[in-house]
């Protein structure tokens, strides 16, 4: 014997099955109650959504995003100051020249690092010229074989002008300023910069020779 199911709007007992009384284009569509596990699990998570809706965007216990990417920086910044210190804190003249500039991995390293961020203004061999079909062409930057060491000719200066950029009441080369490579480089690879430029103009740095 074959019974119809109830109609009605919507299924309230366990295990009852229902035709909706809903229909259209004459299609009919059955209702059961679903089981507590998964309502108790569906409401939860509405509730959850509201608390923690309210909690992430009106108190300070969770942080947002933009405070985790200002927290990120914070630490980049904190690491390169640290970077820096510990950097200096053994760094002097006598050990750009008698030490870093010697030695051939540093040497080796801060011409990589010169080639990729120094040649467009310095040129590739440090003249600040640049050799097109037998033409010459100067380039924004000072050239770094004459000699001339505008701000302080001692191995630190170079340093401390690759680190820090030009100074702000400098009028620059021709307009050009050295920007604040410590912004793009650490200051590690500033000093290997350093050391190689000392290890190609050696004389120019006799000074600070044992």
Known sequence: MNSEPKRGHFAKEKGEVILREHEYDGIQEYDQ???????????????????YWVIYYNTSVFKTDHQNVEQHIAAVQKLKQEELEKTLSSLDDSVLVNQWAKDPTIV??????????????????????????????????LPLTDGQWKFGNKPMDVFKIIHD?????????????????????SSKQVAEVTAYIISKVPQDFEAAQP
């Open 33 to 51: 109650k679903l089981p507590n596990w998964w309502l108790f699990t569906f409401y939860g998570a509405i509730v959850w959504f509201v608390v």
């Open 165 to 185: 950029g030009s100074p702000a009441e400098s009028q620059g080369h021709n307009g050009a300023k050295m920007q604040v490579w410590s912004q793009i480089i």
């Open 108 to 141: 080796a390293a801060g011409e990589a690092t010169y080639t990729t961020h120094c040649t467009a203004c310095h040129g590739a061999d440090l003249s600040a010229v640049m050799d097109v079909g037998g033409t010459k062409i100067a380039l924004p930057g």
